[in-house]
């Protein structure tokens, strides 16, 4: 009978664990359970209690051992997720497959040759069948630019994303590597292209210009790799050009950037006479031959006039890998002299921790070392599953969690970029985690709404090919999603969340309106999709001038959505004067003691605020408020309402209507009535007592600054120089052979109009870039001329 009952309880128990959400539960577990001390029954207890508490008796153990079962399923079910777990079931094929795996971004200055490059890897990877080159001038224009502004321009805008296939020899076999590719632009305008492609990438190649090195931009995309962890192999790009150094773009890698480089090539011949690159790894020479250097001609013999050059510049690479690798550096305290397959496994670790980047050279436009490079961005950069991609697990307070590239895991995706389409919205997504098959239900983190995926593409610049399905590690594209840029995807099991993108704040505004009537509702679609697209891009109406605010990274960057109104929405604009982004702040301490009363046939308003503003003691732009009232003067309830009343007032400042920073407000004293005082009294006595007291604490205007990068020929330097000194102040000057780069503060209300100066000053050859600086105070007579401005206006808005 015993044994019966005993059985009857496992089976019990596991029928519990079931109902539980345990799909199969061991009977040796239950029974293991069961079998535990605290559980074991004895014939002398069961003859010694009644019916109906042995049989409760019973239940509870039952209770227990299911809950035991269902504790012990989980944890090893949460054990079989973990990555090291994950990481020993993979299967050959599949470490196979996220071996041959690259998702890489192309990215540099403006006109470093960024989109040049990716031309002649989709060519020579057999993607395309034919060259054609940035501007459009033979009509067709380069596969990546697909926008028709982007050939116009001879600029990229939007960030294009395209697949292709590199083969490359592995001892004496033919291995097939799958690339990911993302052409970023180059212009700070469209940082945020660069920003969410850097977010999403596992490696990056840096162009730069082999006359101009490091430039401007290259700094700012050096600090969005850096900011992603983003290992990156350096080309120095046209090396054909006439004052071709690549050796001064590797010592400014090395200076300016802050990160150890060194050449792993030596150029055969410079300028016109370019020939090949020598690899200083294998120490052979690699020559591009046929139309379009489709064939590499590779010997040994090395040309005798750069020998010796090549044998310093290989010593040189031995000895800065040594410094960044123990292995390198162990051989090198031994003065053993490392193999190449010892250096080559060297880079791969040092760039892969960005402990160094690897420099090669070459001419994208002269069909020259786009191989090599290639090449070495399989050698170099990491797979999806050398990266530690981390989530937060919001149901453990966000803790972090390492994502593992493995289909068979539960799916974690990232929506990195938005694209309106003709067959709908286009949303951009990296495959961090499982696998995503069409007709798929995922889960968006952000407010768990479920979503159907009804089609996957690969994205070929500007054209797709359908997929049924997409591995971990990969990159794609998919229709039918209704999300934000940023979203997190799940297949519903795991609460987990990635971090977004860095969304750098707009520099500059401009009042736009349709020129007719009919086109609002043209208009209002297209500020919506442009939104979406773009976090950078921002609408609002002024609520004072009830005029439409758009928003954004510069000139360049709100000039190219009014011609796109223009061409895909047929909307014709009017666009004002750009408003300034001005802030307000006080100097010194100034008290104030103010009192509201008014009375209007009923219950009035009565509020009695004193105690002073001062700018903040803390330093920075935050605005501070405190208590200081003592014996409840002003109850509680009423000081949330002061505290309100003194936000509500910084976000509309007195002298310009802009938001004032640096500030703080100290509350000493008051008064209340028992019935004409309230939350509304309170709140308009703090902004009133603090407009009262702006003018007396020193209140004035600062003006955005904004660190301006400008690059010329050298032959134009006192042009430049004549516009500057009537724009901000010189910081920095350094002159190369051919071309000089200026780096200034300009006052952003000087710099409006700026790029029409600057090519006229310089033959249309100067280019510059500009990115927010600081605040500072604005000069007497614009902050004089500026409060007059905004007093006029507000005067006429009293008159109507």
């Known amino acids: 009978m015993r044994v019966i009952r005993a059985v ?9 664990a079931v109902r539980q959400g345990v799909r199969s539960v061991s009977l040796g577990a239950c029974r293991a359970a069961v079998e535990t001390p605290s559980l074991r029954w004895t014939g002398s207890q069961f003859e010694s209690r009644r019916l109906f508490s042995r049989s409760s008796y019973l239940r509870n153990a039952n209770m227990t051992a299911a809950e035991i079962a269902l504790k012990q399923a989980k944890e090893l079910a949460a054990s079989n997720m973990t990555p090291e777990a994950a990481a020993a079931r993979m299967t050959p094929e599949e470490a196979k497959r996220l071996a041959r795996v690259r998702n890489i971004g192309i990215a540099a200055h403006i006109d470093s040759g960024k989109t040049t490059v990716t031309e002649r890897i989709l060519f020579y990877t057999g993607r395309v069948k034919a060259i054609h080159e940035v501007r459009g001038r033979d009509g067709v224009g380069a596969k990546m630019d697909s926008m028709e502004l982007e050939r116009e321009r001879g600029i990229t805008i939007q960030s294009a994303a395209t697949f292709a296939d590199w083969k490359k020899k592995e001892k004496g076999v033919e291995e097939t590597y799958h690339i990911n590719l993302i052409d970023t632009p180059g212009h700070i305008d469209f940082t945020i292209e660069v920003e969410r492609a850097m977010r999403v990438l596992d490696g990056a190649v840096m162009v730069l210009c082999a006359v101009s090195g490091v430039q401007s931009q290259t700094i700012t995309v050096d600090r969005q790799m850096k900011r992603y962890n983003v ?3 350096s080309f120095v790009n046209k090396m054909d050009r006439m004052g071709a150094n690549p050796w001064k773009a590797v010592e400014q890698i090395n200076t300016k950037l802050k990160i150890p480089a060194a050449a792993i090539q030596v150029p055969i011949g410079s300028e016109k006479e370019l ?14 031959d046929g139309q379009r250097g489709v064939n590499l001609k590779i010997s040994k013999e090395i040309p005798a006039e750069i020998k010796e050059l090549c044998e310093q510049k290989r010593q040189e690479l031995i000895e800065k890998l040594a410094d960044v690798d123990d292995e390198i550096a162990e051989m090198f305290l031994e003065e053993q002299t490392p193999t190449p397959e010892q250096i080559k496994a060297a880079i791969r670790r040092a760039t892969i921790a960005c402990k160094f980047t690897p420099v090669l050279m070459g001419s994208a436009i002269a069909d020259k070392g786009v191989q090599p490079m290639l090449d070495a961005v399989c050698d170099y950069l990491p797979n999806p599953n050398d990266t530690d991609n981390t989530a937060l697990d919001r149901s453990k307070g966000e803790q972090p969690v390492k994502l593992v590239p493995y289909n068979s895991l539960p799916f974690v995706g990232l929506a990195f970029k938005l694209e309106e389409n003709p067959y709908g919205q286009l949303t951009y997504m990296r495959v961090y985690q499982g696998s995503l098959k069409k007709g798929a239900y995922l889960y968006n983190s952000r407010g768990n709404k479920k979503v159907r995926i009804p089609r996957i593409v690969r994205m070929h610049s ?9 591995g971990a590690g990969e990159i794609c594209a998919v229709f039918g999603v209704d999300c934000a840029s940023g979203d997190t995807f799940t297949d519903g099991g795991l609460p987990y969340s990635l971090s977004s993108m860095y969304v750098p704040d707009a520099v500059m505004s401009l009042s736009i309106k349709p020129k007719r009537s009919s086109d609002a509702d043209a208009f209002s679609k297209a500020m ?10 921002r609408l609002h109406v002024d609520e004072e001038s009830e005029e439409t605010i758009i928003s954004g990274m510069g000139e360049l960057h709100l000039e190219i959505y009014v011609e796109r109104l223009r061409r895909e929405y047929k909307v014709e604009c009017e666009t004002g004067q750009p408003r300034v982004s001005y802030r307000e702040t006080i100097t010194q301490k100034a008290e104030f003691d103010y009192l509201l009363k008014r009375q209007s046939g009923g219950p009035g308003d009565y509020a009695r605020v ?51 920073i640096g500030s703080s407000m100290v509350i000493t004293d008051g008064a209340t009535h028992v019935t004409d005082s309230s939350d509304y009294a309170f709140n308009l006595a703090a902004q ?50 051919d071309e000089f780069t200026m780096v200034a503060d300009c006052s952003l209300n000087a710099m409006f109009g700026f790029s029409t100066h600057l090519r006229a000053a310089t033959q249309g050859k100067g280019e510059f870039s500009m990115e927010f600086s600081h605040y500072a105070p604005a000069p007497p007579h614009l902050q004089k001329e500026l409060v007059q401005k905004y007093q006029k206006e507000l005067e006429a808005k009293r008159i109507k």
């Open 231 to 233: 290992p990156r192999i």
């Open 462 to 470: 500007n054209e797709m090919e359908d997929v049924n399905e997409i």
């Open 8 to 16: 009857a309880t496992l089976h019990a128990g596991r029928a519990a």
């Open 528 to 537: 919506n999709r442009f939104m979406r697209e773009d976090p950078t891009f």
């Open 688 to 737: 009133m007592a603090f407009g009262k007291a702006f003018t007396a604490a020193g209140g004035q205007v600062l003006e955005p600054l904004m660190k301006t990068t400008i690059s010329a020929p050298a032959e134009f330097q006192g042009n430049i120089l004549m516009l500057m000194n009537k724009r901000g102040t010189i910081v920095d000057t350094e002159v190369g052979a």
């Open 275 to 288: 020939e090949g690159v020598v690899d200083l790894i294998d120490m052979k020479c690699i020559r591009n």
């Open 610 to 660: 004193v105690g002073w503003i001062e700018p903040n003691p803390n330093g920075g732009e935050d605005n501070h408020f405190e208590s200081r009232v003592v014996g409840g003067t002003i109850p509680d309830k009423y000081i949330s309402a002061c505290q309100k009343g003194f936000q509500e007032a910084c976000i509309k400042g007195p002298l310009l209507g802009h938001k004032v």
